[in-house]
């Protein structure tokens, strides 16, 4: 109805989050649909450049929105040249495997390094300030640390490379689930 009256559907809130980033992480496919249909651009970035509407599909276990943004052209890689952080990151550290999958078959890049690591932010003067920190992990390290074994194996299944080192104690995907305690998730790395 609001889109009907000429309401904008690229204004953004004072994060940057547009309707379109709102519907994709709720799971509201028909608003999405009709956001795009109405103009609403795929690929924008929030105010602080965290997340896209594809981002937020993928964390949201919402594979039909994941599908819908695919379509309507999102790219799968917005994200990778500044920090690193791509949908397939997003997805695989929310546990969203079947998202994961739809981001790999799409062409997602499974070995893509996560250059940049958000960090807590800091208040100065009453303004909060995002603060980031070197940081190298592939979403294979992530899945791994976490004991995500359907991230795990859909990953391996895609090429992800098994001999990519994270961060300053340079270990392997492998190395992070050998400390996942209490699960026997390594078995796709072996």
Known sequence: MLL???ANPNAADT?????LHLSAI?????????????????????????????FCAAV?????GVRLLLGRGADINAGLHEYGVS???????ANCAENAQLLLEAGANPNN???WKQVPAKRRQNILQIQFQLF???PLHTAASMGYDECVRLLVE???????????????ALHLAAQVRGRDQNRPLM
């Open 4 to 6: 009907g009256r000429e």
């Open 15 to 19: 994060a940057g989050r547009t309707c």
């Open 26 to 54: 709720n799971g509201r496919l028909e608003i999405t649909e009709s956001l795009l249909s109405r103009g609403a651009r795929v690929d924008t970035f929030d105010r602080h450049r965290l997340a896209t509407p594809l």
């Open 60 to 64: 949201s276990d919402n594979p039909d």
């Open 87 to 93: 949908a397939l990151h997003c997805a695989v550290r």
């Open 113 to 115: 390094v996560q250059v």
């Open 136 to 138: 190298s992990e592939t």
């Open 158 to 172: 895609h090429g992800a490379c098994l001999e990519v080192l994270m961060g300053s104690m340079k270990m392997t």
